[in-house]
């Protein structure tokens, strides 16, 4: 499973519904993977936070606890097309959230996210949506 931007920083947050998918997930044994570039996106913003040092911390506890996996020509070929025929239909994306997309489509992996954008390729994409707690 392919674990998008949202959903790992609801992890890094210590939401509970996140955790709880967390702990539901490694019930089943399932492969969790974290795409790089999700891992920019958390890089990003603990470059941008004000807790730098707290969150980089977080970041990199992370990143020990699941595999990463890298954005290959294949993934590229994915995500093109994808944005492509999005665009046309006058919708698009977020270049990193087609990026992730493509990633999952490509290796056949279902995408967890709690992001709702992710609706405009459940066509393409197995999605692994659940809803944050208000």
Do not use: H
């Amino acid at each position: 499973m392919i674990l998008e931007t949202s959903f790992l920083v609801d992890v890094l947050k210590g939401r509970p519904d996140a955790a709880a998918l967390v702990e539901e997930l490694d019930r089943t044994d399932a492969s969790l993977y974290i795409p790089t570039p999700a891992l920019f996106e958390l890089w990003l913003g603990a470059g941008k936070a004000v807790k730098r040092r707290e969150e980089t911390e977080k970041i990199a506890a992370l990143v020990d606890s699941y595999d990463l996996v890298l954005f290959s020509d294949d993934d590229a070929r994915e995500a093109g097309l994808m944005q492509a025929r999005l665009s046309g239909s006058g919708r698009g994306m977020n270049t990193v959230d087609v990026m992730l997309a493509g990633m999952a489509r490509a290796r056949g992996e279902t995408l967890v996210t709690s992001d709702r954008d992710f609706s405009a390729v459940r066509r393409d994409v197995k999605i692994r949506s659940y809803e944050r707690a208000r």
